[in-house]
């Protein structure tokens, strides 16, 4: 018993300093506060048990069965946390709706809560000897809601990776993969949660799922203060009607014509896209803005002179891509020609920072994607040839 009063002191000690200090990161300050307040819940609740289990009565038992109720906030403050990180949408009243599982848990737990001091003695013997009452439904309600809200943060993920994709060059950059670690970390405890109390399996215990809790914590610190900055998070929205044509007036054309009009009904049949590709590729040929590893697509629009929605339509549409496979399809095709140029003496790797990529992974991926095979077998292939 001990050994876990000590890992849930420490996993406490770790989540309220982690509480303290992320809302001062400066990367995410709206999303930080989300996780902030699930942090500060989380350090009081394995408080609580810490302080509970070594010296449990019934003095300490309302605060226990109290702190019992927060996971019904877990997951729908991980939730917000992603919200506010891919929006940049912070907390507000309305997000009081989000708790109204919690309100109606503790609902439920009021008569424990408010009990005399002589019924809470009463109820702490029953708690004690095992003959505490359960409530019919109650775990399979705090298992929908906690899973519930960590799958709409996923979804809400995989929707925002969607729209960096149509707008920005560097989205592997910004794909927030240790979002999906910690989601993954909230799984796993949940599942052990469910093992214990649907299968009873044995050496799955209560102290286990607050075990993994407290371990979650350094998992948790160190995804949440190695996380990069996500720019520009409040534009992902206009992005996504850039896409399906839902902008506002049109721009000049590079040609310095007067562009007209168009609106999401007639941008698929624009009679511009032919000039537009044109632009595009003289952009991307004589000025390489490919290379530029930030590269967003609002930037490109403002070089070649048109307005955004029908350049995301022009790569959508006519060159069947998005966004970013458009110039990582350029990027690779200029990594190509250096490796097969017999006077290029760079690495890989060099070769491949320099013609815009930012990530190792990325750039094999895509390398293999389009060519077929490593960049270490092309350059291979290509020093072989007569």
């Not at 200090?21 to 989300?34: E, F, K, M």
């Not at 996923?154 to 969607?162: A, G, I």
């Not at 004589?286 to 307005?307: K, W």
């Not at 250096?338 to 991926?365: H, M, Q, V, W």
Request: proline share 4%; aromatic share 10%.
């Amino acid at each position: 018993m001990s050994v876990w009063i000590v890992v849930y002191a420490i996993g406490a000690v770790q989540a309220a300093l982690l509480a303290l200090v992320l809302p001062r990161h400066p990367a995410n300050r709206a999303a930080n506060r989300s996780m902030a307040l699930w942090l500060g819940l989380v350090a009081l609740d394995l408080a609580v048990k810490a302080l509970y289990l070594a010296e449990p009565g019934a003095a300490l038992f309302r605060v226990f069965r109290f702190v019992a109720l927060f996971p019904f906030l877990y997951g729908t403050l991980f939730y917000l946390y992603v919200r506010a990180l891919t929006t940049g949408r912070g907390l507000g009243w309305r997000d009081l709706a989000h708790a109204s599982g919690f309100l109606l848990a503790l609902a439920l737990h009021l008569p424990l809560l408010l009990a005399s001091r002589s019924d809470n003695a009463g109820m702490f013997a029953r708690w004690s000897d095992g003959n505490w009452p359960p409530l019919p439904g109650y775990d399979l309600l705090l298992f929908g809601w906690g899973l519930s809200y960590v799958i709409a943060a996923l979804l809400r993920l995989h929707r925002y990776r969607r729209r960096v994709r149509q707008r920005r060059a560097d989205a592997d950059r910004l794909a927030l993969r240790w979002v999906e670690v910690l989601a993954i970390a909230q799984i796993v405890i949940w599942c052990i949660a469910l093992a214990h109390s649907a299968l009873n399996l044995p050496g799955v215990s209560y102290h286990l799922i607050y075990g993994a809790v407290a371990a979650s914590m350094c998992v948790l610190g160190y995804c949440s203060l190695a996380q990069a900055a996500v720019p520009e998070t409040a534009e992902t929205g206009e992005a996504a009607r850039a896409v399906t044509g839902e902008a506002g007036a049109d721009a000049s054309a590079g040609d310095g014509t007067a562009g007209t009009a168009a609106t999401s009904g007639d941008a698929q049949e624009d009679p511009r896209f032919p000039e537009v590709e044109a632009r595009l590729q003289r952009l991307m040929s004589e000025q390489t803005l490919y290379r530029e590893p930030a590269l967003a697509i609002g930037q490109l629009a403002r070089r070649s002179g048109y307005p955004e929605y029908l350049v995301s339509a022009v790569i959508n549409r006519r060159l069947g891509s998005n966004f970013c496979d458009y110039v990582n399809q350029l990027r690779v095709e200029a990594v190509r020609e250096r490796l097969a140029d017999p006077g290029e003496a760079r690495g890989i790797l060099e070769i491949a920072y320099d013609c815009g990529f930012t990530a190792k992974s990325t750039f094999n991926n895509a390398f293999k994607r389009q060519v077929g095979c490593t960049p270490s077998e092309y350059r291979r292939q290509a020093a072989a040839r007569p």
